[in-house]
């Protein structure tokens, strides 16, 4: 079992007793340093307030704060006194961004019967920030094109490849016709994206109540979800398939004189015009669609026959943009490592909102600046981190990861060089741990979990995720994993937030963390997302905001003060064999799939079972898909079992209490690259922005992690001959990892003769 001895006990005894297990040590951490270490965090969780994160939101959410906004700007120059205040070394870096904000913005029905959406998020009386209009952003999606079409309209469901599939059998086409398609199963931008690669001319992406408005609970201000009217704004940059940051300046940092695109130039900007919805403008357009029934899985709970359309439903939408460049400004502060001040961990949480952002981001952002003050606290009490500890606030992270990602490019090679790894948040919630990242840090990040104490079950945030894991898992062996596995899995990292340029583009070692899961909301992006509905439905007393806190910077402090850095490689080597069942599954199911299509199409069997009344269009033949040669991951995921098996050995057996200084360096330095042997110059095919090997967004996924990107979205996309070369690419990366890991073991082995 996970559990851990109390805390308090911990701290009156962990220097009168010394324990023979070394499970109380911590990893990379000799005997001594561990105790003196355990103590300090323990101190910095103590002076973790959660009414200072209730202050701090009042303030950074008391008006509308987007790039470009006069909050904006004025909330960075407050971060930067706060740091400075609290004995950091800060400043504000800048960058000039294309930010294109709406100029006009149309959509109505001219066809069967006359409609006009209203585009507008009313006053709530009883929200006092709701009112602020002249300050807030009309409800738009970012770095869609100009354009003005009138065309029939069609729903395709959530607008996934799979849609347009399931709308070809039902013989309806999109080419020329304006979608209407519903948020989530995919991040926003790949909507217009798939619609506009089947020749649709415009799209309309609504909030379906289904999902986060009235069938959840009641709406804002009764309750936490959407009302008729609410609107999730939001980023429609086609960046998974590009890259994120500015669209003018791609792979380098948006200084004053970098040179810039033209804006003709531009690649990442959606081919057809696009505009976000409420349920209140999508019902009529939704109630005018006639043709066949919608399949069962796409209809949603808004009091209508879901139709596919076309029908004679014709809709006129025209969205134009001011195409302005605008500053961003980076609040960047930084403590200086006392022994290796070349070392960086670095942490983050962007400051920008589309509206007021009293959760996204506001909620994770004050948790990383309570972390700023109690850690300012303990500099004051005589603590100096042995690394440098590098707290930054992002401008500019909801129209495309902007700030974060142009200071990764500006700072490209120091951070190749200097970066540890990076601790991202981006919001909090009430209930579980959520953790995803770099597969090198998840027993590291485990062992961090079991030192934090949940607010509400008082159990470790570890033993609580680990109860809840074996809640939700879906069979035996899932619950068996969750019980004995020594560590709990890590999701991998995607994107959807500022860690993609660390870990996609540079390679350097990434978490995500943020608590959630018990409080569902339906204010995500839209003018309600503030202090009064925070203060009503999320954590209304901060002590996940707390906990929060508590996690990111008890992580940051190890791993600027181990001895040896705390990356461990027998779990990323477990989860590489994962990840290589799950292709080699792919590509059996594929072939097994299109084997069986073919039978049946031979059989006849779409003809017998056609409805005339409801004729379906039966599919096409399909080529069955070749064998593929796994035999080089095969045999790279076995070296880097051996080799993670044999660090680990070679660390378990001599410590690291008798290793030089010199020797820790040299190590340290190795593993500060371990992340990047992940990566390939050359990047993954089509988009070589993106560099990182084995984890990467999907191009049709956007949030979601494609692993071993290049091997399984050639299997998806049916490219077999890249498949192959892939497996071979991802293979090579995965040997360069197991090299450096045997000189690191070799290393360890020397120092301890
Ligand atoms: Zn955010």
């Not at 892939?726 to 197991?738: D, K, M």
């Amino acid at each position: 079992m996970r559990r851990f001895a109390p805390l308090a006990f911990l701290i009156v005894f962990a220097a009168l007793i010394s324990f023979g297990a070394d499970e109380q040590l911590i990893q990379g951490f000799t005997r001594d340093s561990s105790a003196a270490e355990r103590q300090r965090e323990a101190t910095f969780r103590s002076l973790i307030s959660a009414d200072n994160q209730r202050e701090y939101m009042q303030r950074l959410s008391a008006r509308p704060h987007h790039v470009g906004s006069e909050y904006d700007h004025a909330n960075a120059e407050w971060i930067l006194s706060k740091f400075k205040e609290w004995g950091w070394d800060a400043h504000i870096e800048t960058f000039n961004v294309l930010f294109p904000t709406p100029k006009e913005r149309v959509l109505e029905m001219i066809e069967p019967t006359k409609f006009v959406a209203k585009l507008q998020e009313p006053v709530v009386p009883d929200d006092p920030t709701s009112n602020q209009q002249s300050d807030q952003l009309p409800s738009y999606n970012a770095y869609s094109s100009d354009g003005d079409v009138t065309a029939p309209l069609v729903f395709v469901n959530y607008g996934l490849p799979k849609d347009y599939e399931e709308l070809d059998r039902l013989g309806i086409s999109v080419k020329g016709a304006i979608v209407i398609v519903k948020y989530g199963h995919s991040w926003r931008g790949i909507k217009p994206k798939v619609a506009g690669e089947h020749g649709a001319v415009g799209c309309l992406i609504y909030s379906e109540p289904g999902d986060d408005g009235y069938s959840l609970d009641y709406v804002f201000p009764k309750g936490p979800m959407r009302p008729i009217d609410g609107v999730q704004r939001g980023s429609v940059m086609d960046f998974p398939s590009t890259s994120p940051g500015d669209p003018l300046t791609p792979g380098i940092g948006a200084t004053a004189d970098a040179k810039r695109l033209a804006l003709k130039d531009v690649t990442n900007l959606t081919k057809i015009p696009t505009l976000p919805i409420s349920y209140g403008d999508a019902e009529p357009l939704l109630a005018a669609l006639t043709g066949p029934m919608a399949p069962q899985g796409w209809r949603g709970n808004l009091p209508i026959p879901y139709h596919v359309g076309p029908g004679s439903a014709k809709v006129h939408l025209k969205v134009a943009f001011n195409w302005d460049i605008k500053p961003l400004y980076d609040v960047v502060a930084r403590i200086s490592g006392s022994e290796h001040s070349d070392e960086w961990v670095i942490r983050g949480n962007h400051h920008d909102a589309w509206v007021n952002g009293a959760e996204d981001p506001v909620s994770g952002q004050v948790a990383l600046l309570e972390e700023a003050r109690s850690m300012g606290e303990l500099v004051k009490q005589g603590w100096r981190p042995k690394r440098t500890i590098i707290y930054c606030a992002w401008d500019g992270e909801e129209p495309a990861l902007l700030g974060s990602t142009e200071w990764v490019e500006a700072h490209d090679s120091e951070l190749k060089e200097h970066a540890v790894a990076y601790i991202n948040s981006d919001g909090n919630g009430r209930g579980f741990l959520g953790m995803a990242g770099s597969h090198t840090l998840e027993h590291f990040m485990n062992g961090v979990a079991r030192d934090i104490q949940d607010p509400e079950t008082k159990l470790t945030v570890l033993n609580r995720l680990q109860l809840d894991t074996i809640s939700e898992a879906k069979n035996d062996d899932d619950r068996k994993e969750a019980r004995d596995r020594g560590d709990l899995r890590m999701e991998p990292l995607g994107s959807g937030s500022d860690y993609t340029a660390f870990i996609d583009h540079l390679g350097v070692a990434s978490i995500d963390l943020g608590y959630g899961g018990e409080d569902d909301n339906g204010i995500y992006h839209s003018i309600y997302d503030d202090f009064y509905w925070y203060t009503h439905f999320s954590d209304t007393n901060f002590v996940y905001g707390r906990a929060l806190s508590q996690t990111a910077g008890t992580g940051v402090m190890q791993l600027a003060d181990a001895d040896l850095l705390p990356f461990e490689f027998t779990d990323l080597a477990d989860t590489i064999y994962m990840y290589v069942k799950e292709l080699k599954k792919l590509a059996d199911d594929a072939r097994d799939e299109a084997v069986e299509r073919n039978k049946e199409i031979d059989e006849g069997l779409f003809a017998a079972v056609n409805d005339p009344r409801r004729p379906k269009i039966a599919p096409l033949r399909e080529v069955v898909p070749p064998h593929l040669s796994f035999a080089p991951l095969d045999n790279a995921a076995d070296a880097l079992t051996l080799s993670a098996q044999h660090y680990q050995a070679a660390l378990n057996k001599n410590g690291i209490a008798g290793i030089s200084p010199t020797v820790l360096q040299s190590l340290n330095h190795r593993l500060i690259q371990s992340e990047r042997q992940l990566t390939n110059p050359d990047g993954l095919l089509r988009r070589p922005w993106y560099k990182h090997m084995i984890y990467a967004p999907g191009v049709y996924a956007g949030y979601e992690a494609k692993t071993i990107p290049g091997v399984r979205e050639a299997i998806e996309q049916k490219h077999w001959d890249e498949a192959n070369s892939e497996i071979v690419r991802a293979a090579a990366v995965l040997q360069n990892e197991s090299s450096l890991i045997d000189a690191a073991s070799a290393e360890l082995e020397q120092a301890a003769h």
